[in-house]
């Protein structure tokens, strides 16, 4: 299986246990495929640089740089051909259905409303995290 993952998904895989890390797992374990982009990365990389995360990075005993590197290993890096605008309210979530469409990946697992209401794009669904591991949960285990 493959999918895109965005930022908050990938975010809460590294940080916290559950759903999302369960799913960094499966990749870990080459279960599932993550698909990214360079500009999906951009925005990863930030956000593991924000204060309010700090204070559990350093309780995991690990660098913001650390768990960036160990998101990169578990991803693939689609080289974006296919630029959507105007699908999404807003326009900086775009990027993801922009990786999935350029790399012809069906699945996009977001914790985001705005692609949630979206459901679907061309072929590509857009699923919470939940929905994706209770479909293929049976498979995997």
């Known amino acids: 299986m493959e999918a895109v993952l965005d930022t908050n998904v990938l975010i809460s895989g590294v940080l916290w246990k559950g759903i999302p890390f369960q799913l960094l797992q499966w990749a870990e374990n080459r279960k599932l495929a993550i698909y990214t982009?360079?500009?999906?990365?951009?925005?990863?990389?930030?956000?593991?640089?924000y204060p309010k995360f700090r204070k559990y990075i350093h309780n995991m005993g690990v660098s913001s740089n650390d768990l960036f590197t160990k998101l990169i290993s578990l991803c693939t890096i689609v080289r974006v051909t296919h630029t959507v605008k105007g699908v999404c309210v807003d326009a900086d979530d775009e990027k993801f259905i922009s990786c999935a469409l350029s790399g012809n990946?069906?699945?996009?697992?977001?914790?985001?409303?705005?692609?949630?209401?979206?459901?679907?794009?061309?072929?590509?669904?857009?699923?919470?995290?939940?929905?994706?591991?209770?479909?293929?949960?049976?498979?995997?285990t």
């Open 37 to 49: 982009s360079h500009e999906i990365l951009e925005e990863v990389h930030r956000v593991l640089h």
């Open 105 to 140: 990946i069906e699945v996009l697992i977001s914790g985001d409303k705005h692609l949630l209401d979206i459901g679907k794009y061309l072929f590509i669904r857009i699923l919470t995290a939940k929905e994706f591991y209770q479909k293929n949960y049976d498979l995997w």
